[in-house]
């Protein structure tokens, strides 16, 4: 398996566009997570899905924020509009089972709004 | 939700000796706690965890240690190499299948000094 997959790697935006984030977990993983990282705040979780159902969206920072998981197989996060306090690098993670067993991160989309 | 403390942010070693970084959780329902590092511009990967039910668990130079009375873990790397520099998170998550979340400690910056 190739692992967790991300895309775009990086993405440069106008503040106000719309920017969607793509990830594809592991085959056979069941959970997903989205983290945002930046240097002040580190990794925050901003929503976990289980099988496809997204279970807590607590850490979504406000209703610009969106994500979805149509399937097992991908997830999308977008935000609409665009800010430049948006800034960040962005971590799709699966694991088997959730709970007690390890999480996997993708590459990372280091997202940047001008 | 949880709450994980760590620290300290920032550590600077010499090359050959010793290196902790601690962590506090505030939910004692909390029964995993796994550690990641990540070097410069990659993601986030385990390098060991520990389980409620164990005290302390150890792999070749690195060592985890828990005390649940406390809620406090931590990491011990003994015999530090160069490659051992990048910044290491904690996190603890709750065993729950299909309702839980892993939730990160801040991060330590650890730099071996050669």
């Known amino acids: 398996d190739a692992g967790v997959i991300q895309s775009p790697r990086h993405e440069v935006t106008e503040m106000g566009q719309e920017v969607t984030l793509r990830c594809k977990p592991i085959s056979g993983h069941n959970s997903l997570f989205w983290y945002r990282q930046t240097m002040m705040r580190g990794l925050e979780l901003l929503i976990y899905?289980?099988?496809?159902?997204?279970?807590?969206d607590s850490g979504m920072p406000e209703d610009r924020f969106s994500a979805k998981m149509p399937n097992a197989s991908f997830s999308t996060l977008k935000i609409q509009p665009s800010e430049p306090r948006d800034s960040a690098v962005y971590f799709c993670?699966?694991?088997?089972?959730?709970?007690?067993?390890?999480?996997?991160f993708g590459q990372g989309t280091r997202l940047t709004v001008v | 939700g949880e709450n994980v403390e760590q620290h300290p942010s920032t550590l600077s070693v010499q090359e050959g000796d010793s290196a902790v970084i601690k962590c506090t959780y505030s939910d004692s329902a909390s029964n995993y706690f796994p550690w990641y590092k990540q070097e410069l511009g990659k993601r986030p990967q385990l390098i060991i965890d520990?389980?409620?039910?164990?005290g302390e668990k150890k792999d070749q130079r690195i060592a985890v240690t828990l005390n649940k009375t406390a809620k406090h873990f931590s990491l011990h790397i003994t015999e530090t190499q160069p490659e051992d520099s990048a910044v290491y998170f904690c996190a603890a998550s709750y065993l729950n299948f299909g309702n839980e979340k892993l939730t990160f400690g801040t991060g330590t910056r650890l730099t071996i000094i050669p």
């Open positions: 993670a699966s694991s088997p089972q959730g709970g007690g067993t390890e999480a996997f």
């Open positions: 899905f289980n099988n496809n159902v997204p279970i807590d």
């Open positions: 520990i389980r409620s039910n164990v």
